[in-house]
């Protein structure tokens, strides 16, 4: 994995585009983060295919959702200022985003994090979804922003707001990683060893050069 960072680097256009990404809000803490730790791209790689697979969860249970409540006409006739049509959006983010979380946490902790098993699945799943709620709402304003004053300027309604939707996706993801890393799955190192905590190796040091004071005493 550190010849991939070296090829970006070393890449006049990778590296650009690396540039890039690191001045992007959200994004890129995390990619800094991956470009100073090599070891964690493999990590990364296997979060992105579970966010991949949650994300065919999510753009088909969105759509499923859209067309319900088009059919039922949620939102119609309501008083607000939003339109019936970013309503129905809304509403069926959240249905779609929470089975993508459902499946996201799942594959993450049976492949992506397996060294997690050995932690408690309430407070994993709990610290998962707190931070599933906050890209949840990151990803919805995203998709509602983009879709009414980007994507509906060139592009069919329906194909408009499946691009923000991806677009959305793409944001999340590194917060859904950067976020989980230093919290839900805080100390699991890549090859599976649990992290030592800072000042524990100097105190193991102490404690045995204690030992060998004693016995030489």
């Known amino acids: 994995m550190g010849r991939i960072v070296t090829v970006i680097e070393d890449h006049p256009r990778l590296s650009r585009w690396s540039d890039w990404m690191v001045g992007l809000p959200l994004v890129g803490s995390v990619w800094s ?34 067309v319900v409540f088009e059919n039922i006409g949620l939102g119609v006739g309501w008083d607000v200022s939003m339109k019936p049509h970013e309503i129905q959006l809304a509403a069926a983010n959240i249905i779609s985003f929470s089975a993508a979380v459902l499946s996201n946490f799942t594959w993450n902790r049976l492949w992506t994090f397996p060294e997690s098993r050995e932690r408690p699945l309430g ?6 979804t707190i931070v599933s709620v906050l890209g949840l709402i990151i990803n919805t304003v995203l998709l509602l922003v983009m ?7 060139f592009f069919d309604p329906r194909v408009s707001y499946n691009l923000a939707k991806a677009v959305a996706i793409g944001v999340v993801l590194f917060w ?42």
């Not at 879709?147 to 300027?153: G, I, L, M, N, T």
């Open 123 to 128: 407070k994993q799943l709990v610290q998962f």
């Open 176 to 217: 859904n990683f950067g976020m989980n890393l230093i919290w839900t799955y805080r100390g699991i190192e890549v090859g599976g060893k649990e992290e030592t905590p800072k000042g524990s190796e100097g105190s193991a040091g102490s404690e045995s050069g204690a030992c060998g004071t004693r016995r030489e005493a």
């Open 33 to 66: 983060k991956l470009l100073a730790n090599p070891s964690r791209v493999k990590r990364f790689a296997k979060f992105a295919v579970v966010g991949a697979i949650g994300a065919v969860v999510d753009f088909v249970v969105l759509n499923i959702m859209k």
């Open 147 to 153: 879709d009414r004053y980007v994507f509906q300027r």
